[in-house]
């Protein structure tokens, strides 16, 4: 069984452009969550996803960032006109049930230029 | 409102020697409680999660971690560390009746030689 997948690894995007960054979550799970690391902090909740829904957005800023978790197809996390504070490390991961346990992917490392 | 507190962000250990790493947390509500690692460049994995029952939970690795309820923390314990052990370490906290999981901002263990 496969676990979270994260695609890509490694993003270098410049500024304003686009990043697209995918999460497949494990087998059998409908619960998807996307997390941002910066540097020395800590993870800190974007948004909570169930198939077809957004549940919770409260960690997306306003603007440029947009989330999504089809019918078909991995979970989409997209940023718009990226800026260089957007740099750093973006963490899907998905639970079978709501909040008991939460399995990462290895993240994708967002660089802007 | 759920917030989780690591008060060490940095603890070096010597190899073969014990190690708490601290966490507290604040909820108005009841929480699931766990306890994620993350190696260099890596996603997160789960060392252990308390649900309810025993408030001693064992996890992988050897480390083990107890729920207090009273002075709301969940402190994790190793009895002998090994150098393979030296990466981050993160409590978080989720609302039975929520969404989301509250990180801390992590602990570095660093075992030295």
């Known amino acids: 069984n496969a676990g979270v997948m994260q695609n890509p690894r490694h993003l270098v995007r410049r500024r304003g452009q686009e990043a697209r960054l995918r999460c497949s979550p494990m087998?059998?799970?409908?619960?998807v969550y996307w997390y941002r690391q910066l540097p020395e902090e800590g993870l800190k909740f974007m948004v909570y996803l169930q198939k077809e829904n957004i549940i919770d957005e409260s960690g997306m800023p306003k603007e440029r960032f947009s989330a999504e978790f089809p019918k078909e197809g991995p979970s989409i996390l997209r940023i718009q006109q990226v800026v260089r504070g957007d740099s750093a490390a973006y963490f899907c991961?998905?639970?079978?049930?709501?909040?008991?346990?939460?399995?990462f992917g290895q993240g994708t490392r967002l660089t802007v230029v | 409102a759920q917030s989780v507190t690591q008060l060490d962000s940095q603890v070096p250990v010597f190899e073969e020697a014990p190690v708490e790493l601290r966490c507290n947390y604040s909820s108005s509500v009841s929480v699931y409680l766990f306890w994620y690692v993350q190696y260099p460049n890596q996603g997160l994995q789960l060392l252990l999660k308390?649900?309810?029952?025993?408030?001693l939970v064992k996890g992988i690795n050897g480390f083990e971690a107890e729920f207090n309820k009273s002075q709301t923390s969940f402190h994790l314990r190793k009895p002998s560390v090994h150098i393979s052990d030296t990466a981050e370490y993160f409590c978080?906290?989720?609302?039975?009746?929520?969404?989301?999981?509250?990180f801390g901002t992590g602990t570095s263990l660093t075992v030295i030689p």
């Open positions: 308390y649900l309810s029952g025993s408030t």
């Open positions: 991961a998905s639970s079978k049930q709501e909040n008991t346990e939460a399995f």
């Open positions: 978080a906290v989720s609302p039975r009746t929520g969404n989301q999981f509250y």
């Open positions: 087998k059998g799970h409908s619960h």
